[in-house]
């Protein structure tokens, strides 16, 4: 990730993010057609899909439970709450209104933990209906401007969303990064979306502002469009320094929605504030409130898995690595902690065990073929330096190849039969009295003349001798000698 | 005309035909539909088929339905698979739902047989039925008079004997209303208790089915078919189906009925005279008759006209061209919307669009829709005290018996006036039915409204019993 | 309450409301609606600050259904009432302005 120059002249960035998320639902918000990515355009529809005449919507109860889902999730209060119409028209919104959480949502006052213990609020979760889809034709390019006609697809239409409103706590790109990956991975455990930025069932609209520390916030710009983690870091980045700028040329900040254009890497007017709509919320009348009780709340929250952070936390502290780091987070995010536990359990190396894992299982998903005892195997053997780290990556190949096996054997059959310290000591001193220069060099604290010594074992060892026990020997003999 | 229960009992027993009987009733409308109009479309093909099938089955000893080989008609707001549902609209002319209603689909099972869809004012938008796209319903009593309406298709077309029954719609009086005017019986139940789905919406949280009938037991024996528990609508209340017809040979002894002392004015002598004989049939049958107050009454107008349209505004916000109905054509997506829309509705849907977009719109919701629903909350509150006290409360239905077109047509607000004595049970959501109860001025027909609280149909029905009975 | 309706106001909702009205019609519409708002300011006079709002006449809540499918609609009905179709999907003119 390019790292980009904090904004200049002491311009302090502001963020919020409004995510909506498709819930993984098998039917729709308020009708029983199905809720399926991909299929033929208009085989998921009905009459209230449509909008007809006559059609009226009733609630989805797991679209519910989902929605609870992720608002505990996020620490939020789930409360009574109502649905609203927001009115608009626009050919891909069937009835020409949608329904909506207004003033009363499911999900209220949460929030969500970034790395460095970074709070983000989280104002509110509430749900809502997803439109159709518009295709444009014709015209030069094929987009919306110029086109000559467009033609609409109404299988999303109706499908359950839910849209996380962030409180504007977040001040860098990096950490707006940050909270799309955290969400996501909490979305996964909790199983409330498949969260597929790519396919549209996760969707980002970032609030951008500028302001300098002590002054009230700037105008913001709600930027669209925004399709990727990496893209809302080069939007907020691109946006931030296009304000600052135009404000430090003389110019102002006008409040407007932006489109951000992934190709060119910038943003673009789509309207202003001016012709903004106006939606004529009222009470939905075709439904009534939805008032979860206690019990029904205090069920989701105990069949709730654990969450990410804490799944990280704890393989942490098991792996002896940072919970803030790769390892930790990659690995959870598939899913394989549990797998890394059972290979510990097995009599493995903690943290060989989460670092193998990280590095050579990303196809391997939360149950890996290789048997927990045969990961264990290998990482005893490295650890023991039995096999050198060079010949354990080979082995590791092997392993994921085979789906498991006997590592010994592995080992044997590739001709990795351990080389014990004594042995490698008998060619590192053999590399000092062959190679006196390179010695001298570096017991006068010439660190790179290490290279040539350890070299020289490698070589008469054929690659069987451990790096690390070469250079362990080496310092220990250097420290002796000087 | 034939009683529905005397034909559902003929045809399920094998005394009558119900090929017969759906001949019968499509020579009457052969006869005299040029005239009166009460039909957007006859089903008549299909009624034959339908009829046919029915007789098949009793010939084979199947059990058949309730209604078996009645024939009803059906406002044209109410989609049929298949059949063309207009609501009386240009907008919409053409269009074949691709479902049914759940009212069509609890009349097809029990065995009735749908002769046809009725005329409307558009999209229910009315009190006379002169605001049809495709031209007015006459009044079968007097072809130069309205039938009243929203609903005055399925009133005339009872009143006429072309159905022997009908279902109209009522989001504030536009069952009840033309039930007076022509004579019939008209009931609103209570709201809930008849799905909404598959009726084209006007206001949503007014919007009730009932039946016309051209009597009280006929009315209760449709209403106990069409009423219960529906799935497919959130407002429907988790209830079964109405428990009538066993009440209507009670009597009203010891039964309290309201007179309301602070009724709105402007209700012709005539109407008023046939109130007073209403009360005092009842009280001759044993009930006592109870004076209440209902203060919010004269509010319900101003309530009514910015709630309804309100949420007018938002359901017909869909005849946008796009997806079903009829699309005027224009280089741009808002220009073809506009273009549209200005060709498809008639000038009162138009106005009513308006007036519940402006009383929704930022800065006019506090003053406007926001106050409506506060005075809607007195209304109910009102009633709630005035039933501490009675069982049911009696006013006229409408002002004045069935009135000349035309007179109405240039003062929107002389012909909301209408619909003075019905809204209050629309708001409320309590059940409230017409009873013929004699004639008034030019021995044209004048209904009695009654009343009830949520779900006190049965009270309302023993009170309109005893009134049929005396009339 | 609100003053009196104006003809800008009544032509900005007709746009708001995708109704066309032209300078007749939007004259004619301004002076209906002052005349029925101006009946409506009946309930001006009432004291309603304590009064809740009534939204919906019968109380239920929690009025829910089962993640079931239903089986969809047939496209080729759906799509033969639609003004116009093509390729599976309805057809609809350009969007003159942005996308929202
Ligand atoms: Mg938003
Ligand atoms: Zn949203």
């Not at chain 3, 309805?90 to 003159?96: A, E, N, Q, S």
Request: proline residues 5%; negative net charge.
């Amino acid at each position: 990730m390019s790292e980009v120059a904090a904004l200049p002249n002491g311009w302090q960035l502001i963020v919020g993010l409004e995510v909506h998320v498709e819930l993984a639902t098998k039917t729709k918000m308020f009708s029983a057609s199905a809720n399926r990515f991909g299929d033929e355009p208009n085989t998921n529809i009905d009459p209230v899909t449509l909008g007809l005449p006559g059609a009226l919507p009733v609630l989805n109860k797991h679209a519910i439970e989902l929605a609870m889902r992720i608002g505990l999730a996020l620490n939020c209060k789930v409360q009574p709450c109502t649905f609203h119409r927001k009115n608009y028209f626009y050919p891909d919104l069937p009835k020409a209104f949608q329904i909506t959480q207004y003033d009363h949502p499911l999900n209220i006052d949460g929030y969500l933990m970034l790395p460095g213990d970074v709070r983000i609020g989280v104002e509110r979760a509430h749900l809502e209906e997803d439109t159709g889809k518009s295709t444009h034709f014709g015209g030069a390019s094929g987009r919306i401007h110029g086109s000559d006609y467009s033609l609409i697809d109404f299988n999303r239409a109706g499908v359950p969303l839910v849209e996380i409103v962030s409180r504007p706590d977040i001040r860098t790109s990096e950490q707006a990064r940050q909270y799309v990956a955290e969400l996501r991975s909490i979305l996964l455990a909790v199983g409330a979306s498949d969260a597929k930025m790519e396919e549209g069932s996760m969707r980002c609209d970032v609030n951008v502002s500028v302001h300098k520390p002590g002054t009230p916030f700037g105008t913001r710009c709600e930027i669209k469009n925004v399709n990727s983690i990496r893209s809302v870091g080069r939007a907020i980045d691109y946006e931030s320094r296009r304000q600052v700028d135009l404000i430090e040329s003389g110019g102002s900040i006008r409040q407007e929605t932006r489109h951000w254009d992934d190709s060119t890497g910038r943003t673009e007017t789509l309207r202003t504030k001016e012709d903004a709509d106006d939606y004529r919320y009222f009470l939905e009348p075709d439904l009534v409130p939805l008032v979860p009780d206690q019990s029904w709340i205090e069920a989701v929250r105990t069949a709730l898995p654990v969450l990410p952070a804490a799944r990280r936390q704890a393989l942490a502290e098991l792996c002896g690595v940072d919970k803030d780091g790769e390892s930790a987070i990659v690995v959870v995010e598939r899913g394989q902690d549990d797998y890394v536990r059972e290979v510990i359990s097995a009599g493995g190396d903690a943290r060989r065990a989460v670092v193998y894992v990280q590095q050579a299982f990303a196809e391997q998903g939360a149950s890996p073929k290789v048997s927990a005892k045969d990961l264990a195997a290998l990482t005893i053997l490295e650890r023991d330096s039995k096999v050198t780290s060079t010949q354990a990556k080979t082995l590791l190949t092997d392993l994921i190849e085979a789906g498991g096996g006997d590592v010994l054997a592995m080992a044997a059959k590739r001709g990795f039969e351990a080389l014990d310290t004594s042995a490698v000591e008998a060619m590192v001193d053999a590399a000092i009295a062959a190679e006196p220069g390179a010695w001298q060099k570096y017991c006068s604290g010439e660190e790179k003349a290490l290279g040539a010594l350890v070299g020289a074992v490698m070589k008469s060892s054929k690659g069987k001798a451990d790096g690390k026990v070469i250079t362990t020997l080496l310092q220990s003999k250097r420290a002796r000698d000087t | 005309m034939e009683k529905l229960v005397e034909i559902a009992s003929g045809v399920s027993g094998g005394t009558l035909n119900a090929s017969d009987v759906v001949e019968e009733y499509l020579k009457r409308i052969s006869a005299r539909e040029s005239e009166i109009h009460a039909f957007n479309l006859v089903t008549a093909d299909q009624a034959r088929h339908d009829a046919e099938k029915i007789d098949n089955d009793v010939k084979a000893g199947k059990k058949v339905g309730a209604l078996a080989g009645v024939p009803i008609a059906l406002k044209d707001n109410m989609c049929t698979r298949g059949v063309e549902t207009t609501c009386s609209s240009k907008i919409l002319q053409g269009w074949k739902p691709p479902y049914d209603a759940t009212v069509v689909t609890k009349l097809r099972n029990a065995g009735a047989v749908i002769v046809g869809k009725t005329n409307l004012d558009e999209f229910a938008m009315g009190s006379s039925t002169e605001n049809s796209a495709f031209g007015p319903t006459r009044n079968p009593h007097d072809i130069s008079r309205v039938p009243g309406g929203s609903s005055g298709g399925s009133a005339a077309a009872v009143a006429a004997g072309f159905a022997a029954a009908s279902l109209g719609s009522d989001t504030g009086g536009s069952i009840r209303q033309p039930a007076a005017l022509c004579g019939v019986v008209g009931v609103k139940p209570t709201y809930g208790t008849v799905s909404r789905y598959g009726l084209v919406a006007f206001a949503s949280s007014l919007d009730q089915i009932g039946p016309f009938t051209s009597d009280v037991r006929d009315a209760a024996t449709l209403l106990e078919t069409i009423s219960g528990h529906d799935p497919m609508d959130s407002t429907s209340i988790p209830q079964p189906a109405l428990s009538l017809v066993s009440v209507l040979d009670q009597g009203v002894k010891g039964m309290r009925i309201g007179r309301v002392t602070d009724l709105p004015e402007g209700c012709e002598p005539d109407v008023l005279e046939r109130l007073e004989a209403a009360f005092d049939a009842l009280r001759s049958a044993g009930a006592t008759i109870v004076d209440v107050k209902l203060p919010s009454l004269q509010y319900c107008l101003t309530a009514y006209y910015l709630i309804a349209p309100a949420e007018a505004s938002s359901n017909l916000a869909r005849y946008d061209g796009v997806r079903f109905g009829n699309r005027v054509d224009a280089a741009d997506l808002n220009s073809m919307y506009a273009a549209t829309r200005e060709a498809g509705f008639g000038e009162e849907v138009k106005r009513r669009i308006m007036l519940g977009t402006y009383a929704l719109s930022a800065g006019y919701f506090d003053a406007y829709y926001g106050k409506a629903l506060k005075v809607r909350r007195l209304i109910s509150d009102d009633f709630a005290r005035a039933y501490q006290s009675v069982d049911t409360i009696l006013t006229p239905t409408s002002p004045s018996v069935a009135f000349k077109f035309g007179s109405k047509t240039d003062n929107p607000l002389a012909m909301y006036l209408c619909d003075v004595f019905t809204i209050p049970s629309n708001l409320a959501g309590h059940p409230a039915m017409s009873v013929p109860f004699g004639v008034g001025v030019d021995s044209m027909p004048v209904g009695i409204q009654v009343l009830a609280s949520t779900l006190g149909e049965q009270a309302m029905f023993k009170v309109a019993a005893e009134l049929e009975r005396a009339s | 309450m609100a003053e009196k309706i104006s003809q800008e106001t009544v032509i900005k909702v007709s746009r708001l409301a995708r109704l066309s009205l032209n300078t007749e019609e939007a004259e004619k519409m301004t002076a209906q609606l002052a005349g029925m708002l101006e009946h409506f300011r009946d309930i001006d006079a009432l004291d309603l600050a304590d009064v809740e709002p009534m939204t919906q006449p019968y109380p239920l809540k929690n009025v829910l259904r089962e993640d079931v499918i239903a089986p969809s609609l047939d496209r080729d009905e759906v799509l033969g009432q639609a003004p116009t179709a093509e390729s599976g999907r309805f057809r609809v003119p350009p969007t003159i302005g942005f996308d929202v």
